[in-house]
């Protein structure tokens, strides 16, 4: 007999089974000991009985600790105590890892929970949090595959300085030289579009980012895509489409993981199949102010505007046709007025804010080389990428999407970092 999960067991009761894992609660009571054993499945109450157990189980038993990993096998009975109403007698029960005095035992900072992270992991909150993180990743792969024919490609980590945002740079030493760190993969999927057409890939951008948010991250797994021969018109159904199906993939796959996040599965059907809100900058921009009577002209939304606009919504909205002013130079401008540029930012509701900038990419040399004129930029420091717009260019479109925000949206988390198994923030890099 082999061993089985907790899950499968639980499943298999009554029965004899073997099972291992790890030991997340244990406690002596009159002549017996309940170990509450996990595993990634599932958790399950396993009893020793000193009465019916040789004096060389019971020892092992008493010497096992707090998240030492054991072996075990024994018989499972229905027990409406128990947690899922199953209990297993112990009849055989090895350490294999004895733990030390785990330091995480009851109530303890958040601050502390990060600097203990590589153990913190373990707790029902992150696994549930990973699993649902890996839906949404899944997912996200399965949509461009399935949906778009698009084949998944990578660009580099290590870049020359030309990106957008200098500020928010990381420096690096290069045998000498100083490069950076990328921001974004877009300028390589536009390259490689010319030979795959549909691309996307999943890769960690970093960002300087100095605001302490609950969104920001300074490295933060991004999902981009690079679409030739389309509009924003297509654009924004291909962002809508994913994210609706994303958002289905983790209704079908995580309820359990959602409930116990504390995110009510029912409150994310409408995001998985209602039409989602479409509005132009300024339209958003009149409703912003209503509140933040400040804000005149073009200005950006930062995350406090974001979470105005969007706490009392159901679903995403699309932000498009920002003034030309608020987007990098690459954005392609709207021909009706020279004034907007042809992107899309999507916005999650419940106060979320942005998980994806998008947009049209100026295709043509002529008005690349005019737009990169009027904001200052030299052409020849955006060599490679302006060379693309001289053979063979094409319109396309694409965008970014921050897959931890996503994730930190669709379980309902306080901060990013929940969401996230080493998170990398202004004060923390470690563990
Ligand atoms: P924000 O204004 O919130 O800083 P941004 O406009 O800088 O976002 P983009 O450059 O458009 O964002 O990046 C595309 C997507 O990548 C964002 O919509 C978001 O989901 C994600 N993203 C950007 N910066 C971060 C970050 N520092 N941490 C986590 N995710 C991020
Ligand atoms: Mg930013």
Same mark, same amino acid.
């Given at each position: 007999?082999?061993?089985?999960?907790?899950?499968?067991?639980?499943?298999?009761?009554?029965?004899?089974?073997?099972?291992?894992?790890?030991?997340?609660?244990?406690?002596?009571?009159?002549?017996?000991?309940?170990? !509450?054993?996990?595993?990634?499945?599932?958790?399950?109450?396993?009893?020793? &009985?000193?009465?019916?157990?040789?004096?060389?189980?019971?020892?092992?038993?008493?010497?096992?600790?707090?998240?030492?990993?054991?072996?075990?096998?024994?018989?499972?009975?229905?027990?409406?105590?128990?947690?899922?109403?199953?209990?297993?007698?112990?009849?055989?029960?090895?350490?294999?890892?004895?733990?030390?005095?785990?330091?995480?035992?009851?109530?303890?900072?958040?601050?502390?929970?990060?600097?203990?992270?590589?153990?913190? $992991?373990?707790?029902?909150?992150?696994?549930?949090?990973?699993?649902?993180?890996?839906?949404?990743?899944?997912?996200?792969?399965?949509?461009?595959?399935?949906?778009?024919?698009?084949?998944?490609?990578?660009?580099?980590?290590?870049?020359?300085?030309?990106?957008?945002?200098?500020?928010?740079?990381?420096?690096?030493?290069?045998?000498?030289?100083?490069?950076? !760190?990328?921001?974004?993969?877009?300028?390589?999927?536009?390259?490689?579009?010319?030979?795959?057409?549909?691309?996307?890939?999943?890769?960690?951008?970093?960002?300087?980012?100095?605001?302490?948010?609950?969104?920001?991250?300074?490295?933060?797994?991004?999902?981009?895509?690079?679409?030739?021969?389309?509009?924003?018109?297509?654009?924004?159904?291909?962002?809508?489409?994913?994210?609706? *199906?994303?958002?289905?993939?983790?209704?079908?796959?995580?309820?359990? /993981?959602?409930?116990?996040?504390?995110?009510?599965?029912?409150?994310?059907?409408?995001?998985?199949?209602?039409?989602?809100?479409?509005?132009?900058?300024?339209?958003?921009?009149?409703?912003?102010?209503?509140?933040?009577?400040?804000?005149?002209?073009?200005?950006?939304?930062?995350?406090?505007?974001?979470?105005?606009?969007?706490?009392?919504?159901?679903?995403?909205?699309?932000?498009?046709? *920002?003034?030309? /002013?608020?987007?990098?130079?690459?954005?392609?401008? &709207?021909?009706?007025?020279?004034?907007?540029?042809?992107?899309?930012?999507? !916005?999650?509701?419940?106060?979320?804010?942005?998980?994806?900038?998008?947009?049209?990419?100026?295709?043509?040399?002529?008005?690349?080389?005019?737009?990169?004129?009027?904001?200052? $930029?030299?052409?020849?420091?955006?060599?490679? *990428?302006? &060379?693309?717009?001289?053979?063979?260019?094409?319109?396309?479109?694409?965008?970014?999407?921050?897959? &931890?925000?996503?994730?930190?949206?669709?379980?309902?988390?306080?901060?990013?970092?929940?969401?996230?198994?080493?998170?990398?923030? !202004?004060?923390?890099?470690?563990?």
């Amino acid at each position: 007999m082999g061993f089985i999960k907790i899950l499968e067991a639980i499943k298999k009761c009554p029965q004899k089974a073997k099972i291992r894992g790890w030991i997340k609660r244990m406690r002596e009571h009159k002549g017996k000991i309940f170990f !509450l054993l996990r595993d990634e499945t599932s958790e399950l109450q396993c009893v020793a &009985d000193s009465e019916k157990t040789n004096k060389e189980l019971w020892q092992m038993c008493l010497n096992a600790t707090i998240e030492s990993s054991v072996e075990l096998s024994g018989t499972l009975r229905r027990d409406e105590r128990a947690p899922h109403g199953v209990e297993l007698s112990i009849e055989d029960f090895k350490i294999i890892g004895l733990a030390e005095k785990f330091p995480i035992q009851k109530d303890f900072s958040t601050e502390f929970l990060l600097d203990v992270r590589h153990l913190w $992991l373990r707790s029902a909150k992150m696994r549930d949090a990973l699993k649902v993180r890996d839906t949404v990743f899944r997912a996200f792969r399965e949509f461009m595959r399935k949906e778009l024919n698009a084949y998944e490609t990578q660009g580099a980590m290590f870049v020359s300085g030309m990106v957008e945002g200098g500020s928010t740079l990381f420096e690096v030493p290069y045998f000498g030289k100083k490069i950076y !760190l990328t921001q974004s993969s877009q300028f390589y999927l536009e390259a490689v579009m010319y030979s795959l057409g549909n691309v996307y890939t999943i890769a960690p951008s970093f960002r300087a980012e100095k605001s302490k948010t609950t969104r920001h991250l300074t490295e933060f797994w991004h999902a981009e895509g690079e679409f030739p021969w389309i509009g924003l018109k297509e654009l924004l159904d291909i962002e809508e489409n994913m994210i609706k *199906y994303m958002v289905r993939a983790v209704l079908e796959q995580n309820e359990i /993981e959602l409930k116990a996040l504390g995110r009510e599965p029912k409150t994310l059907e409408p995001s998985a199949y209602k039409k989602y809100d479409r509005m132009r900058y300024e339209e958003v921009l009149k409703i912003v102010q209503k509140r933040f009577p400040y804000l005149k002209g073009a200005t950006d939304f930062g995350e406090k505007e974001e979470r105005e606009i969007t706490k009392e919504r159901k679903v995403p909205l699309l932000v498009t046709h *920002y003034p030309k /002013e608020l987007k990098p130079f690459y954005h392609r401008l &709207d021909p009706e007025d020279n004034k907007h540029v042809l992107c899309c930012d999507v !916005l999650a509701p419940e106060g979320y804010g942005e998980i994806i900038g998008s947009g049209e990419r100026i295709w043509e040399l002529k008005e690349m080389l005019e737009r990169m004129k009027e904001e200052g $930029l030299s052409p020849e420091q955006y060599g490679w *990428y302006v &060379d693309l717009r001289r053979y063979g260019s094409v319109p396309h479109a694409g965008f970014g999407l921050g897959l &931890d925000r996503f994730t930190a949206w669709v379980t309902k988390a306080q901060h990013i970092r929940d969401v996230v198994p080493f998170p990398r923030t !202004l004060n923390r890099y470690y563990p």
